[in-house]
């Protein structure tokens, strides 16, 4: 039997007003909202190729420095400012903390001229001279490399085919096996004709990848999130956050045709990173040959990386020294929850100093 509901006036009243002083002082923090940053750590440019930039972070006072430099490669499809979002919120903040020496790859936003670029330019290309440019600087043979999600997927890639140039690999939330049977984005582009939207399009705008990774969670990810924001418009401080977050969320480059062309058909419809076959330029690439210190982390309630897409790397790769780290949270909470600062980036930097 179900209980009445108590819906007394003087209580339905009081919630309105609370209501309607909430928007009304929310309105007042949106206008006075300053300019969104896309980042809140002191960096600087320290190479620079075409469009992409790399960055290096200021080390904190009184922090020893590892003396392998970390370099962070992100995913294509976002922004990688989701690593350094809000002060207290900081995945290279806490990496800073325990000493990492962190350097970033912003790959900048792809346009018409860069359509034929293909994922040996970024990898073979790009990626391996920021590499050798780190190298170089720090008179190193191999430095350590953190990939997140698709970024995670090239830089084993690039540890397969260059593995005398990494010293030791994180991957987090990363996909290696991208047909499970809970991967429903996999799912969705299984018998998408990727040649004809390439042949059309020329480069995949950016617009169309971010409203499909939102209608994985349509519910939660473009409705219920503004009726929840109303409980912190009252908030100058949270309210910023909420920006940020919404900034990052529609800050989403085109993807260069080609890559994309390979990247689907090659990782989503052939899953040739586990199954075998994989070509990238001149190297057949193999998991087999990633033979280096492996630390591979994921994310317990990932809706666009679930977890059996990431321990999928367990056994196939080379390395002798290979851990994994679940955690408790989703894909954007392994970066931004707080948590995840407790957990997750004390634990990556924990393990690099032990083998660095």
């Not at 370099?71 to 000493?99: C, F, H, W």
């Not at 593995?163 to 969705?188: I, R």
């Not at 679940?326 to 407790?342: E, L, R, T």
Request: with cysteine; charged share 25%; proline share 6%.
């Amino acid at each position: 039997m179900m209980l009445p509901i108590d819906i007394r006036p003087d209580k339905l009243s009081e919630e309105m007003l609370d209501y309607s002083r909430k928007l009304g002082q929310g309105m007042e923090n949106l206008l006075n909202a300053e300019k969104i940053d896309t980042g809140v750590t002191p960096r600087e440019v320290v190479y620079r190729e075409d469009k992409l930039k790399l960055y290096r972070y200021q080390a904190p006072e009184g922090v020893k420095r590892n003396p392998v430099p970390l370099l962070i490669v992100y995913a294509l499809v976002n922004r990688p400012y989701m690593t350094d979002i809000q002060e207290d919120r900081s995945t290279i903040k806490g990496l800073l903390a325990t000493g990492q020496d962190v350097y970033l790859i912003d790959w900048g936003y792809p346009d018409h001229a860069d359509r034929a670029l293909t994922i040996d330019d970024y990898l073979n290309g790009y990626l391996d001279n920021c590499i050798d440019f780190i190298r170089e600087s720090h008179g190193l043979e191999a430095i350590n490399i953190l990939g997140i999600c698709q970024g995670g997927a090239f830089s084993l890639c690039y540890t397969a085919m260059h593995p005398e140039k990494v010293k030791n690999l994180v991957t987090m939330v990363t996909p290696v096996d991208f047909q499970t049977p809970d991967n429903l984005l996999s799912a969705w582009v299984q018998h998408m004709d990727v040649d004809l939207a390439v042949d059309t399009m020329g480069n995949i705008p950016g617009e169309i990848l971010n409203w499909t990774f939102l209608s994985l969670k349509p519910f939660s990810l473009t409705g219920q999130k503004y009726v929840n924001m109303v409980d912190v418009l009252d908030d100058p401080d949270k309210i910023k956050n909420f920006l940020r977050m919404e900034k990052w969320i529609f800050d989403s480059p085109d993807q260069a045709g080609e890559t994309f062309r390979q990247f689907i058909k090659d990782f989503y419809q052939k899953n040739v990173l586990i199954n075998g076959g994989l070509v990238i330029g001149n190297h057949e690439v193999s998991l087999t040959n990633v033979a280096c210190p492996l630390l591979n982390i994921y994310a317990l309630q990932d809706h666009l990386v679930p977890p059996d897409a990431s321990r999928a790397l367990g056994g196939r790769t080379g390395s002798k020294d290979y851990t994994e780290l679940a955690f408790p949270g989703g894909h954007i909470g392994i970066y931004v929850s707080g948590k995840a600062q407790k957990e997750v980036t004390p634990a990556i930097g924990k393990w690099l100093n032990e083998r660095s």
